[in-house]
Nanobody, 115 residues
Framework: QVQLAESGGGLVQAGGSLRLSCAASRNIFHIPNMAWYRRATGSERELIAFITSDGNTTYADSVKGRFTISRDSGKNTMYLQMNSLKPEDTARYFC?????????WGQGTQVTVSS
């Protein structure tokens, strides 16, 4: 099982940008699917971005056009570039990897967007 560790969260003003990183404990080249989720206080966990091993991406409507997911196998890291941040993006962000029946989650990183 791969260990994942998110970083890059913080406090930012509305309209600002952040880049989240998800560092994996082993090579991610062969991990078929990786994704970013978020959970706001009092809300369910939400899938916001998904990327396959060949680079195909899918986004939730709430972040489409503002967020970009990417992965770098050479650095064993997945990223989430977040632009034009809004207060409603405030949440804890988690990365996830899925390889067959093996699912791994990170501990999350907090993103807070002030108005």
């Amino acid at each position: 099982q791969v260990q994942l560790a998110e970083s890059g969260g913080g406090l930012v003003q509305a309209g600002g940008s952040l880049r989240l990183s998800c560092a994996a404990s082993r090579n991610i080249f062969h991990i078929p699917n990786m994704a970013w989720y978020r959970r706001a206080t009092g809300s369910e966990r939400e899938l916001i971005a998904f990327i396959t091993s060949d680079g195909n991406t899918t986004y939730a409507d709430s972040v489409k056009g503002r967020f970009t997911i990417s992965r770098d196998s050479g650095k064993n890291t997945m990223y989430l570039q977040m632009n034009s941040l809004k207060p409603e993006d405030t949440a804890r962000y988690f990365c996830k990897s899925t390889s067959g029946l093996i699912v791994s989650w990170g501990q999350g990183t907090q993103v807070t967007v002030s108005s």
